[in-house]
């Protein structure tokens, strides 16, 4: 049941690909169709390339509190799918890749913050400041050294 039904979506995403591909290279022309597909498999193999310093970033967002776990997870699963579509040629592939790795790098690049996130786990505060900060929130510590 589900093979048959997965054919059956395959089948129809190569006719839909193929009818995009047709249309766009009548209007725009075989060498516009050419540089579309080569533009955005580079685009797609930069995007693959670069996807340990994309996860990188996600995980330096997620140490700030300023996203969820869950939220960079599916930002990066995202942004690969849509590397692995904009590398696959056709139209199709091409703007679906193009949506995939926008919207990976909106959630995890452009997340709204809450105020009890903007706080994060440590405040920092100033010289100036010092007079000011309540006493629960200092830790004194002690450090001794072992020279006699």
Known sequence: ???ALSVLVFLIYLLCETFATVIFA??????????EIVVTFILGASVMFNFRGIV???FEVLRSGKIASSDVTF??????MGAIALI???VVS??????????GFVKVGFKA?????????????D??????????????????????
């Open 113 to 125: 913050q809450t105020r009890s996130q903007s706080a994060g786990l440590y405040q920092t505060y």
């Open 94 to 103: 091409d703007v679906a890749g193009l949506v995939l790795v926008g919207i």
């Open 1 to 3: 049941m589900y093979r």
């Open 127 to 148: 010289r100036e400041d010092y007079n000011s900060v309540p006493d629960e929130n200092i830790i004194d510590i002690e450090a001794m050294s072992k020279r006699k």
């Open 26 to 35: 009548n209007e725009i022309g075989i060498f516009g169709l050419l540089l």
């Open 56 to 58: 990188t970033y996600s």
């Open 88 to 90: 696959t040629p056709g």
């Open 75 to 80: 930002a990066s699963l995202l942004q690969l």
